[in-house]
C-alpha cells in the first residue's frame, strides 16, 4: 500500500521536461490553465523559498492552519491512500484544496477537477473527466463519440488515460467537488460506489483521489466496503475566524471593525456560514455608513455610537428575515433624499401589520372567491359542511355546538389539533364547487348593492360565476395557490389541496369583503 | 331535416342530429361574416335572429339586391379590417409604452450586476475554461436575480411581455434565454434544462451538456463582454428541485460567466421562498421590479381606444357594463378584454349594416366619404338610415345626404367633446384613485343625459352632491360625485397642475379653454401671496369641508358645468348606431358560451330546431322518434342527481317500444316513407346498443358522469335544470 513514495524525487527533473517537444501541441490549451494553478512552483528555489510558500499559503487560509497543514502532509508525496475532507458548507474545503494544490511539492503532473454540481449527469462526469486527463485534439468531433456511457467503460477508458501520464511515474490528482450530490442522483448510489472505489478499481499508485464533501464519511464507507481514505475535518468557523475573513480586503478596516462589533455576533447566532454573513452583511453595512459623509474617515467613539444608535432598528429587521428582497430605487425616487429614507425605515418596522393588508396582486373575483372556498374546504373537515353552509350562514349553528358536552368538547379538539398537525386536508372537486356555489350565492347580494348599483348587471354578474370555474382552478393550481393529487386509485377522481396560509386567505376575503372567519371551524 | 333517425340508428349518414347540435353554436359565433348559404341556415335555426338585415332578407331576392349586399358585405368587411388594425395598433403602441419603463429598469440593473461582477474580478479566457473555481476573495457568489412582479394571478398578459423583454435585451447586446417551466419538470431533470439553455445559446450542443461547454463558448471574443441573461417568465410554475439544482450549478461560476436571472412572479414574493430550499435562495442576489398592475394597464388602454375616438368604434353603455363585469370578476386579463372587444367590434360590423360607414373616420375628408358613400346607398338601406332608432326621436330630419352626414359629423364632434371632458373628469380624479374605467362606464350611461337635462337649475353644490352620492346611487353617479368632491380637498399645487392638464385636454374647445385659462391667472396672483398660510390652514380644518378654498369651489363648478353640457352619452345622439355596438346578447353568449348547457337546451328542445312533422304532433309527450340522445336525456330529468340504470332503460326501452308499435300502424297508411323497409319491432340487443351508445355520447358531451365503481348501477348527472 505504502510504495508511491519513491518517484519523488525522480520527478522534479521529469517536472521540468514535460513540456518535451512531442506533446505541446497536444497539451497547449491545457497547459496554461494548469499554470496558473500552479504559479509559484516553477520559478521558486525549495528550502527558504517553499516555508514561505506554505506561509503565504496559511495566511490565505484563515483559521485553517492545522487543516493546511494536514493537507500539505497527506498531499503531497503521492500518497497511498485516498482523501477525503469534510465539513460544512462553506468551511473553505475547495479553497484548501485548491490553494495545497499550488504548493505542494512535488508539482503534480496533472489535476483533474470535477465538481459535481456542475455536472448534470453521470455522462457528463464521465466526459469532463477524460478530457481533462487528455486532451482532445482540435478536432472535438472525434471525442465527442468516446464518452463512455457506462460505467465499466469508463472505468477502462480512465485507466487507459491514467496508465500514459502515469509511466512517467509522476502523480496525477483526480478530485471530486461536492460528493455529497450525487447521492440524489438517479442511480446516485451506484455511481457513488463507483466513484469511492477508484483507488481499487484502478489499482494506479501514482493516482491520487481526493473527495470532497459536506456530508460526513459515514456517509459512504458504511456501505461500499472500499478502503477508508484519510480524513480531513473542517470545522465551522469560530467568531474570531469569521471576523478575520470578513476583514480581509476592506478599504477601511477601522470602520469596518466598529461595525463588525456591533453586527456579528448576533448575526452569528443566526448563521455560522461565512456566505450568508457576508451577504447579510453587505447590506447592513451600507446602511451603517449612510450617516457618514466620508467613508475614509476613522470613527471616534462619539461617531460609533451614533452609527450604533442608526444600524440597531435595521439589524433588528435584518434578524427575522431570511430572504429580503430590495425593491429596485427608479431614479426619481433616489432623488426623494433624505425624507424619504426615515419614512421607509419607519415602514420597514411596522409593514408586518400595516403594509400587508391588501393583496398586492390582481385576480378575478371569482378566482378569489374560489380561492376562498377551496380555503375552507383544506382547513374545515367535511362532515362540518352542513352545518356551516346551512340556510342561516353557519353562525347559528356553530355556536349551538359549542355549548355541547364535555367530552364531545373534547373529543372535538382532539380532532381539530389532529387537523392542524396534519396540515391542509384534501378535498375532491365536488365539494370545492359545493362551496364555491354557497359562498357565492351568500355574498350575491351584498355584491350587487356595493358594486353594481345598476339592476341591469345582474344579469352577467354572479349569476355567471360558474361558467369558466374550471379555467380558473386551473390558473390557481398554477400558482401554486392549489396543489392537485393524482388521481385516487379507488375513486377516480383527483383531489385538491390548498396551499395558502391563512393571512394571504384572509387578505383575499377582505378584497372582496367575505366574512371568511365566520366560515373557518375553531375551537 | 325531418329525418327520423331511428329509421336507420346505425348509419352514419342519417344521423347528423347530434353533430349539428354541438356544432351549430360554434358556427354562429366564430365566423364573423359567414357565408349566405351557412347564414340563412343559422337563421332558420335562429327564428329570432338579432341581424335585422339578413332577418329580413327574403328567400327570394332579386339579383340586383343580392349583389349589393354582397358588396356592401364586402365593404363591412373592409371596413372591420381597417377599424380593427388601427385599434390594435393602438393598443400594442399602449401596452409597449407601459412596458418600456420596467424594460429600461431591467437593462440598467443588469449593467449595474455585470460591472460589479467585473469589479471582482476579471478572468482571462483559459481562467474561465478552467473546470475549477476561480480562487478569488469574494466571500459568496451569488446570482443578480431580478424578480419581477406581473401583478396578476393569470399569467396570459405577461407572456408578450417577457418576449418583448427579451428582444428588448437583445437589442441592447445581452445575450438572451428563455426558460419556461416546462423545461424545469421533475421528468427531465437538470440536465433537460441545461441543455435547452445551451441549445438557445450554442450553435452547436455538444453530445454532453455540462458547463463548460457554456464556458468555452462564452470565451469566445464575440461572446464575451457581455453578461447572460436566463428569463424565467412563469416562477410559480417551475420545479422547484430542478430550479434549485440549476441555480446551485451557475452560482459556482457566476465570476466566470456571468450568468443574470429574470424571474417573473405572479403572486407575491413569498412564491420563490416556497418554492426553492434555503440553500438555493442564498444564491440569489435579488432583486424586486414591478410591472404596471393590471388595473393601470386598462385605464391606459380605456384612455388610447375607447375614450380617445382613435378609430371611429365605441360602444355602448351595456356593453361596458358587461366588459367591465367580465374583466373584474371572471377573468382579469388584459388578453381577454381586448378579444372581447374584437369580438364586439366584428359583430357590429358583421352585424350593423351601415357600419361601414365608420371608415369615413379614418378617411382624410369625411364629409366627402360619408357623402359618396350616401349617395350611392340603396333605397333600401337609405331608409333604414332614417328608421334608425335614435333617428326617429329627432323629428326635423329630412331624409336626404346632408342631414345623414351633418349627423354624423356633430356626431364626431360631441363625441370629442365627451372625451375631452371624461379626461379632464379623470385628471381630477386620480389623485383619489378614481379608476378611468368606473367613470367612463358612468360617463357612457345614456341615463346620465335624462338626469343632467332634470338638474339644470344652478345647483347647490352641497346638497346636490349628498343627493348624488346617496339618493342616486341607483342611477350610477357614485365616482363621478367622488371626483367632484375630491376637486373640492385637493391641494393647491395639484389643483394647478391639473387645471394645467386640463387646459391641454381642452384645447379644442375655445370658450372653455379661456375659462380655465381666467382661473390659472387668478390663481397665480391671489396664491403667491397666501399659498404657503393658506395650504396649511386648509389642511388643518379640511376635514370638516367647510373651509374649503374659493378656487377649488370655482374649479369644480367649472367641471360641474362643462359635465352637465358636454358629457352627453353617444347612445343619446342620432346616428350613433352606425359607430356604436350595443348588442350585449350577442357578446355575451359568444364569449362566457356555456357549451354544456347549450347542448342540454338543444337536447331538450330538439323539436323547435328539427321542426319535424311526427314530433309536432305529439306535443309534448315524448315521442319514440327523437333521436336516442335527447331521449335520454328527457328522460334523466325525472331523476335527481344519480340515476338509476335499470329504471332508466326500462323507461327507454318503453317508450322506443311504444313507437315501433305506433310506426307498424302507420305503416300501412304511409308504405313511401319507409322505403319499403317495414321495421321489425326491435330486438332486445338492439336497444341496449343504442342505449349504450346515447349514454356514452351524453357522457362524452359532459352531461353525465360515472359514479365510483363500488356503484356500478349508477351514473351521475352533471347538468340541471332546463
Known sequence: MSQPVTPRRTTRSSAGSASDPASPSKSRPKSTPRRQLIPAASKEEEGEDERSAINALLEALPGRRAQASDLLRLLAPAPALPLLLYGGAATGKTR???????????????????????????????????????????????????????????????????????????????????????????????????????????????????????????????????????????????????????????????????????????????????????????????????????????????????????????????????????????????????????????????????????????????????????????????????????????????????????????????????????????????????????????????????????????????????????????????????????????????????????????????????????????? | MSAHPGDAPLTAANNIQPFFVLHKAAAAAASSVPSSRTRRRIDASLPSSPNPKSAKRPRDVDAQDEEDSELYEQLRLEAFHRIWSRIQSTIDEVLRGINLKLFDQVLQWVQESFSAIRAVAKPCHDEVRQPYPLLTDVICRRIPTAFVLTKNAEFVDDITTFRDLAGHLQSSGCHLAKLSAAEFSVKHGIGGCFRSLLRQLLSDVP?????????????????????????????????????????????????????????????????????????????LEPCKLTLGSPSDRMNALVEAILVKPCAGFCISHEVTMFLRNYFFRHDGTITSFISALKLACSKHFSMEPLSFLCMGVLEEDCEEFWHDKFEALPQVIQKYAFALPSCTSATNLSHSSNDMVKGLCTLLKLQKDWSSVLLCMYEAGRHDKVQLLDIFCEAVNPDLQTQNVSNAEPPVFKLNIEKLSGMKSGSGKVYMAQVMNAIRYLPMETLLHVLEVWSIHLRGMSEINDKVKELQSTTIDADTARATKEKWNRRSTGSTGNATAPLNEKVALLLQDITRKYLVPVECLPFHEIICFKNVGVLQSALIGNPRRMVQLDLLKSQSHLKCSCCSRTGTALSGSLHDTSIMCNLAQEYGDVINLHDWYISFEGIINSRNSKVKRKSYSSPSKKKSKSTPPESEAMIQTRFCRAVTEMQITGLLRMTSKRRPDLVQRITFGP
Open chain 1, 96 to 523: 484548501a484544496l485548491l490553494l495545497a494544490l499550488r504548493h505542494i511539492r512535488p508539482r503534480p503532473r496533472r489535476v483533474a477537477y470535477a465538481a459535481l454540481r456542475s455536472l448534470p449527469s453521470p455522462r457528463a462526469l464521465f466526459a469532463s473527466l477524460l478530457s481533462q486527463l487528455s486532451p482532445p485534439p482540435s478536432s472535438s468531433a472525434s471525442s465527442r463519440q468516446r464518452v463512455p456511457d457506462k460505467p465499466s467503460d469508463f472505468v477502462a477508458a480512465l485507466r487507459d488515460a491514467l496508465a500514459s501520464l502515469c509511466a512517467q511515474g509522476e502523480a496525477v490528482y483526480l478530485v471530486f467537488d461536492n460528493l455529497e450530490v450525487v447521492r440524489s442522483w438517479d442511480k446516485g448510489g451506484q455511481l457513488l460506489a463507483l466513484i469511492l472505489r477508484l483507488h481499487d478499481l484502478l489499482r494506479l499508485p501514482q493516482v491520487v483521489l481526493v473527495y470532497v464533501s459536506s456530508a460526513t464519511p459515514d456517509a459512504y464507507y458504511s456501505m461500499t466496503g472500499s478502503v477508508e481514505p484519510n480524513h480531513i475535518y473542517f470545522p465551522d468557523y469560530a467568531v474570531d475566524e469569521v471576523r478575520d475573513i470578513l476583514m480581509r480586503g476592506h478599504s477601511n478596516p477601522k470602520l469596518y471593525t466598529s461595525f463588525l462589533s456591533v453586527a456579528l455576533k448576533p448575526l452569528f447566532r443566526v448563521t455560522r456560514r461565512v456566505d450568508e454573513l457576508g451577504a447579510a452583511l453587505e447590506p447592513l453595512f451600507r446602511r451603517y455608513c449612510e450617516p457618514l459623509g466620508d467613508l475614509k474617515a476613522v470613527p471616534d467613539e462619539s461617531t460609533k455610537r451614533r452609527l450604533f444608535e442608526h444600524i440597531q432598528p435595521h439589524l433588528a429587521v435584518a434578524l427575522n428575515e431570511t430572504f429580503s428582497v430590495p425593491m429596485r430605487a427608479s431614479v426619481d425616487q433616489c432623488k426623494d433624499g433624505n425624507s424619504g429614507v426615515k419614512a421607509s425605515t419607519k415602514r420597514q418596522f411596522g409593514s408586518r401589520d400595516s403594509l400587508s393588508t391588501e393583496l398586492e396582486f390582481h385576480m378575478s373575483v371569482s378566482a378569489k372567491y374560489l380561492l376562498l372556498s377551496a380555503f375552507l374546504a383544506s382547513r374545515n373537515l367535511a362532515t362540518l359542511d352542513a352545518a356551516l353552509f346551512d340556510s342561516t350562514g353557519g353562525s347559528d349553528n356553530h355556536k349551538r355546538k359549542r355549548k355541547s358536552s364535555q367530552a364531545s368538547m373534547n373529543m372535538k379538539d382532539t380532532m381539530v389539533e389532529e387537523m392542524l398537525m396534519k396540515g391542509p386536508g384534501t378535498f375532491p372537486l365536488e365539494r370545492l364547487l359545493a362551496i364555491f356555489q354557497c359562498i357565492t350565492s351568500v355574498s350575491e347580494d351584498a355584491l350587487n348593492d356595493v358594486e353594481c348599483p345598476d339592476s341591469m348587471m345582474n344579469g352577467s354578474g354572479m349569476t355567471g360565476l360558474m361558467s369558466d370555474v374550471l379555467l380558473q382552478l386551473s390558473t390557481l393550481c398554477n400558482s401554486n395557490f392549489l396543489s392537485k393529487s393524482r388521481s385516487c386509485p379507488l375513486e377516480g377522481a383527483a383531489r385538491y389541496r390548498s396551499n395558502i396560509d391563512e393571512d394571504l386567505a384572509l387578505k383575499v376575503a377582505r378584497s372582496v369583503s367575505f366574512p371568511l372567519s365566520k366560515y373557518i371551524y375553531r375551537r
Open chain 2, 207 to 283: 453530445d454532453v451538456a455540462d458547463v463548460s461547454a457554456l464556458a468555452s463558448w462564452y470565451c469566445e471574443a464575440e461572446n464575451y463582454d457581455q453578461p447572460i441573461i436566463v428569463i424565467i417568465d412563469d416562477l410559480e410554475q417551475c420545479s422547484g428541485d430542478v430550479l434549485g439544482e440549476l441555480v446551485m450549478m451557475l452560482s459556482e461560476w457566476v465570476i466566470k460567466i456571468p450568468i443574470f436571472f429574470v424571474m417573473g412572479i405572479a403572486t407575491t414574493l413569498d412564491a420563490p421562498k416556497k418554492l426553492l430550499s434555503s440553500e438555493a435562495l442564498q444564491q
